[in-house]
């Protein structure tokens, strides 16, 4: 792998599949895997839990301070979570090192990933406090620009996890996008 790919992270809302085509991605290519989410998740307790006692300001600062840890990590694939894309001062260091893919979905399968995942409680507390389809198309459409700023390639996720990773393998083996 080229500089660009010794380190790929993964962008795009909540439940468009940053997680597992990160999982499968990092497995194909023989590298570790992170998700963000998770490793919070370690450090501080359920999501949810950390953003009822602190609020989601503190939850943002936890965020970013992991972000600024993995812009030195040499290689790997990084799930972050769907809001990672906020912290804008960060982005053009991970840049410099990283491919980065937005991982984009319609709204609809967003909504019935929500809806489904058993993880949405714990993991993926309210960012508005509106219904699930009004917050995420209102949180969707605010994110988007920020997405495709930070972004190398796009690629859309309303797939089978697999045919998402052969996509990113196959843009991946004809070299990165400049």
């Not at 990672?84 to 491919?99: E, G, N």
Request: hydrophobic residues 45%; charged residues 25%.
């Amino acid at each position: 792998m080229n500089k660009a790919t010794h380190k790929i992270i993964l962008v795009g809302f909540r439940a468009t599949g940053k997680s597992s085509v990160g999982r499968l991605l990092a497995d194909h290519l023989g590298v570790q895997f992170i998700d963000m989410d998770q490793v919070l998740t370690e450090r501080h307790g359920a999501i949810s839990d950390q953003v009822s006692t602190h609020g989601w300001d503190w939850f943002r600062a936890r965020e970013k301070e992991l972000l600024a840890e993995l812009v030195g990590l040499e290689e790997g694939v990084i799930a972050t979570g769907g809001g990672a894309v906020l912290h804008r001062d960060i982005w053009p260091a991970i840049r410099k090192t990283s491919l980065v893919v937005w991982l984009t979905s319609t709204l609809e399968l967003i909504c019935r990933r929500l809806a489904v995942d058993p993880a949405t409680g714990g993991q993926r507390p309210s960012l508005t406090g509106r219904d699930i389809r009004e917050e995420t198309a209102t949180v969707l459409a605010e994110r988007e620009p920020l997405y495709r700023e930070v972004a190398d390639l796009a690629v859309d996720s309303n797939r089978p996890v697999a045919e998402v990773v052969s996509e990113i393998e196959a843009i991946l083996a004809a070299g990165p996008p400049a």
